[in-house]
């Protein structure tokens, strides 16, 4: 944990030495130093990412479960426990009028795609972008991808299933700005289960094409050196 005695490296903090001087006041020793061991890592530096891997260009590969239901469902409905979930719907055509995206009940992050094309995204306890799209003559496929963050492990709020686990539905705007009354919900869902347990079957592709997916998700793939059984940490900042 971010505020326990030892840190995840298994160095001591400040709160291990505070802890080990009233046990040892309490069982009659004589105080020690706070001395932090030596503790090795490495720095890594400028590693190159030379692959590519779509994620919805390798779905078979990475699907443990594919499935159909009318409605959308969690992710420990379908016996998964970590990864992703993605829900994809048929949307059909019906008028020119701009439709809003509402998701409810997000567990815990969604990126949403029209046509394969990012329109936007919802995040558990922030507040909701504005999502809004037109829905082409021919069609469209509305995908929606949900992000297991990490289960919470305490309290009332432990049993965090995660998913999608609300409805789908759309707020309707006429031309000049009023709202459509509906409340219908979107049904009928091709639902994967993505737990990322096993990427080994990714097909990638050269770094140079990752431009043609910009604004999807993608795994990329770099080769580096390091000194075995040194311990080394990842910087996910920007």
Do not use: W
């Amino acid at each position: 944990d971010y505020d326990a005695p030892i840190s995840e490296e298994g160095v001591p903090r400040e709160k291990y030495f505070v802890l080990r001087d009233v046990l040892d006041k309490y069982l009659g020793k004589e105080p020690r130093p706070h001395t932090i061991p030596v503790h090795n890592t490495q720095s890594v530096e400028n590693v190159e990412l030379t692959d590519v891997a779509p994620l919805f260009e390798n779905l078979d590969n990475l699907c443990g479960l594919h499935t159909y239901k009318q409605r959308t469902v969690s992710m420990e409905d379908l016996d998964q426990a970590s990864g992703f979930i993605l829900y994809e719907s048929r949307i059909e055509y019906t008028d020119d009028r701009l439709r809003h995206l509402y998701l409810y009940d997000v567990a815990d992050r969604a990126t949403v795609y029209l046509n394969g094309k990012y329109i936007g995204a919802v995040q558990r306890d922030c507040k909701a972008m504005d999502i809004n799209f037109y829905v082409p003559k021919c069609g469209a496929k509305l995908s929606i991808l949900v992000e297991n963050m990490g289960h919470i492990f305490y309290g009332y709020k432990m049993y965090d299933y995660k998913g999608l686990l609300g409805a789908v539905r759309f707020g309707i705007e006429n031309s000049d700005g009023t709202m459509l009354y509906n409340f219908a919900n979107l049904m009928g869902f091709d639902i994967y289960t993505l737990p990322l347990d096993n990427i080994e079957k990714l097909e990638y592709k050269n770094i140079l094409e990752v431009k043609k997916y910009d604004g999807m998700p993608v795994f990329m793939k770099g080769i580096f050196s390091a000194t075995p059984g040194v311990d080394t940490f990842i910087d996910t900042k920007g």
